[in-house]
């Protein structure tokens, strides 16, 4: 029975459209990982090499089925806990930043900024397929492995996943993927 609404004469329901699209959010404290990094500036300034606890949120839209339910929203949970895990207690490197020159010398990876050179056990370090480690670059890296991971459209009918990554609290970039098919 939808909510009745209007005068006397003219009464009416309500009656809530069969509610098709939703999103689910994940937010949770525990999907971080903690990692050293410096970001490097367009006027050629860059940070001392530092660390943050990075936390990772996204939000899913996609389609209620008849069961009343979207996807299981472990098995985004799983794959965002797994991306973490990956890039936790590492020195995150941008190996596409032009103004890196990143060698490996024995067990160590040098990187060399300007006259500045870090010299690091290649076991410390994780070299990420972006420009600059800062939360926009890994929102775009995290958000792509996590669509690599899944066939989200095709198996969820998931619409759009926006991905958000936090280095402190009140601090943060979003980056969203758009589905094609759904
Ligand atoms: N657009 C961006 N700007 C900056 C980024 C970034 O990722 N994207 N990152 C930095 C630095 O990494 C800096 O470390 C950010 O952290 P910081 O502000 O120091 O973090 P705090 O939690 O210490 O914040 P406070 O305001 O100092 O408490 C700079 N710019």
């Given at each position: 029975m939808g909510m009745v609404m209007g005068s006397e004469r003219h009464q009416f329901e309500l009656v809530p459209a069969p509610v098709q699209q939703c999103s689910i959010r994940i937010d949770k404290e525990d999907i971080k990982f903690s990692a050293g990094h410096f970001t490097l500036f367009a006027d050629g300034a860059r940070e001392r090499l530092h660390g943050h606890n990075f936390k990772v949120s996204a939000v899913i839209a996609t389609r209620i089925t008849s069961h009343g339910m979207a996807f299981d929203y472990?098995?985004?949970?799983?794959?965002?806990?797994?991306?973490c895990e990956e890039l936790d207690e590492y020195v995150l490197?941008?190996?596409?930043?032009?103004?890196?020159?990143?060698?490996?010398?024995?067990?160590s990876v040098v990187i060399r900024y300007g006259e500045d050179e870090f010299r690091l056990p290649a076991d410390d370090v994780k070299l990420l397929p972006i420009r600059n480690t800062t939360v926009e670059e890994l929102a775009i890296y995290l958000l792509g492995r996590l669509v690599e991971m899944e066939a989200w459209s095709a198996r969820w009918g998931v619409s759009e996943i926006a991905l958000e990554v936090s280095s402190g609290p009140g601090q943060s970039a979003q980056c969203r993927w758009k589905s094609i098919g759904a």
């Open positions: 472990n098995i985004i949970k799983r794959a965002m806990r797994s991306l490197i941008p190996e596409r930043a032009e103004a890196l020159a990143i060698s490996h010398a024995g067990r």
